[in-house]
């Protein structure tokens, strides 16, 4: 508790116990500007932060810390703590989850079912984190094999305000969305699959059509899960769990493996959350890979008893 705060780190609040349900803290002291650098261990978490009076544009971010063109010390992935329920900091007395941004998108974090005086609704509050990067938000991040240096510098800041729609601060209040014509605009085919079962109430994966990106592990487009539950979902490359992956083409024998996991069985529902930016003859299928059998989930759920 003696040690210094670095420009770049995040922190997390407490609050005061006050009863509003944001709280409005004064910071003092010139804005930063500049390159900001911050050494991240191998594998380890860092808690990092937008240091800029100004939204950081995440893809710049990403590309400037890459291991071809940049510094080489993370994954490639932004996590945003996003908590939804409960006041407490007591595990069971609240909910929360991570909401996850690569350059193939951003999804929100898993919803858990509503616990009677914790969340109504068990849902996020905030949705899909975006490519701009709210002002004082925090995000995780995580050193590659090797770790090295996170470069924070002017290249990444951009003009975009919350009210945009296009740069979330994820806390629980909402703000309007409306066109920001500063900043750009995502025209790829995305295919948002949604996943429901006992021990989680909502999980969400994307799938993203990138030209530049394939069918194996692509640094930067392609996110790992950050946290698995229960029972879960996941994209399947090399053995591992993605929470979003990219690939450059799309089609009928076009094959991409989901894995699922289940504590203690049930009935599970797989689904199409969104179709974004795509060809209106599209049809999605579930593939059984124990039966053989396909399901359209294009405009129907398939659920199944595990």
Known sequence: NTSEIKIGQGYTMKGSNANAIEQNYTFVGKPNNGIIELPVG?????????????????????????????????TGTLYFWDHYGG??????????????????????????????????????????PKQYIALGQA??????????????????????????GTSVFMRTSTSEATTNSGTEVDLRPKFRIGFDAPKISHRQVLLTLDGSTTDAVDWGYDAEMYEVFDDDMYWVINDKKYVIQATNSFGIDKKIPLGIRTLEGGLVSIKVDELENSEDDTTLYIKDNLTGETHDITNQDFSINL
């Open 87 to 128: 006041d407490s900091h007591t595990l069971a007395d609240y909910q929360g989850g991570y909401g996850t941004y690569s350059r193939g998108g951003g999804v929100s974090a898993s919803s858990n079912p509503p616990v009677a005086g914790v969340s109504s609704l068990g849902i996020t509050a905030k949705g899909v």
């Open 42 to 74: 191998a594998n380890n978490d860092y808690l990092l932060g937008n240091p800029y009076p100004s939204a950081l544009d995440a893809n710049k971010f990403i590309e400037d810390n890459t291991p071809s063109l940049g510094t080489a010390s993370i």
């Open 139 to 164: 995000f995780f991040v995580v050193g590659d094999a090797d770790g090295g240096q996170i470069q924070f510098n002017n290249s990444q800041r951009v003009f975009a305000k919350e009210s945009s």
